[in-house]
């Protein structure tokens, strides 16, 4: 599962009633070491320091992986979320995004020069 997600937060979905504020609640309380990244990136513009265990390895890649949680993420920060791995997370000014600096960061030269053995089950 992703998120753990309350009956009264569940009811008011299944009602259609769910706004922004609380899916990023949701998000922030579920997936905590996410959030952390995510915030990280947001503060450095980069975040490259694999994770300590393997949940909070699933963490991430369930929050980048996700349309819905990454879109709430993206719109509750103000950047657009980059990931080349389980690791590696940028965060870019939506006005940078077609930049040079997100052309290259989302590149596949800059995939592969992130590769390591190290990373390879990430």
Known sequence: MSLDVSLALLE??????????????CVRSSLPYA???ISEAVEAGEHAVAPP???ERG??????ASDAVRGVLE???G???AFQNCHKVA?????????????EFI????????????????
């Open 59 to 64: 963490e991430l890649l369930r929050a980048l």
């Open 107 to 122: 590149s596949p030269l800059a995939q592969i020069r992130n590769q390591s053995p190290e990373l390879r089950d990430c």
């Open 75 to 77: 719109r509750h920060f």
């Open 12 to 25: 008011k979905a299944e009602r259609g009633q769910i706004d922004d504020a609380e899916f990023a609640d």
């Open 53 to 55: 265990s393997d949940s």
């Open 35 to 37: 959030w952390q990244v």
């Open 79 to 81: 950047r657009k979320l």
């Open 91 to 103: 965060a870019f000014p939506f006005s940078e995004v077609g930049g040079e600096a997100y052309q």
